[in-house]
């Protein structure tokens, strides 16, 4: 049973557009969300996350939303970069009970020129 | 940010033979570390948490003999593949928590080895 849903295998978006990468879990315990980022023959890099008792958080060019009563989480990219151009990985945790984080199989992006 | 190193890069090795595969974290001590299996377009796969000076916990359907995991000290973890098969080949990736960092749920990643059996 998949936790993390990431139903975009791939993403492609022209340079200096928006990025919005989507991802679903199903367990409702689920209360803190990160998004990591894949460049091949890379370890996962973290680029931001948020808790549940947020439904936003913004740092830089990314910006997290939450939708608790949905299950959804997307991540935005504005202006979107060359540089973007990986893997984004979701993932979800349930704090205070172990520091195991729960991966989606991820969403390739390329950025266009 | 935290700095976690994992050695070898890359192995190639013949099939019946050991990998012992060296996660470090270089400039901060991490109490709990973690090996994850990614096989080509699949999500990382949790494969065992490693807690320093205890056993690790291993997932459901990972096999403790099979793969070996050693965590002497709190910045050095170790994955062993015993008897490496080439259904074992694989790209493996250990990750940290920092102790006392932003949020222990925050992990920092090696930048994983790739094992190809032969």
């Known amino acids: 049973d998949q936790q993390v849903k990431q139903n975009s295998p791939s993403l492609s978006v022209q340079e200096g557009r928006i990025s919005i990468l989507n991802c679903d879990y199903t367990n409702s315990m689920f209360d803190y969300f990160l998004w990591y980022k894949k460049y091949p023959a890379e370890g996962p890099t973290f680029l931001i996350s948020?808790?549940?008792?947020?439904d936003k958080n913004e740092d830089g060019r990314f910006t997290v939303f939450l939708n608790k009563s949905a299950k959804h989480l997307s991540l935005h990219i504005v202006p979107s970069q060359p540089g973007d151009s990986a893997v984004y990985f979701c993932?979800?945790?349930?704090?205070?009970?172990?520091?195991?984080?729960?991966f989606g199989k991820g969403t390739r992006l390329h950025i266009l020129p | 940010g935290a700095v976690v190193s994992q050695h070898p890069s890359r192995v190639i090795c013949k099939s019946g033979t050991s990998v012992k595969i060296e996660c470090r974290s270089l400039?901060?001590?991490?109490?709990?570390m973690f090996w994850y299996r990614q096989f080509p377009k699949q999500s990382l796969m949790l494969m065992a948490t490693s807690n320093e000076g205890s056993k690790a916990t291993y997932e459901q359907g990972v096999e403790k003999d099979k793969f070996l995991i050693n965590h002497a000290s709190l910045t050095l973890s170790t994955l062993t593949v015993t008897s490496a098969h080439p259904e074992d080949s694989s790209f493996y990736i250990c990750s940290a928590s920092v102790l006392g960092g932003r949020g222990k749920d925050i992990q920092y990643f090696g930048a994983g080895t790739r094992l190809s059996v032969l």
């Open positions: 400039d901060f001590q991490a109490t709990t």
């Open positions: 948020i808790s549940s008792i947020k």
């Open positions: 993932a979800a945790s349930v704090r205070n009970r172990d520091d195991k984080i729960i």
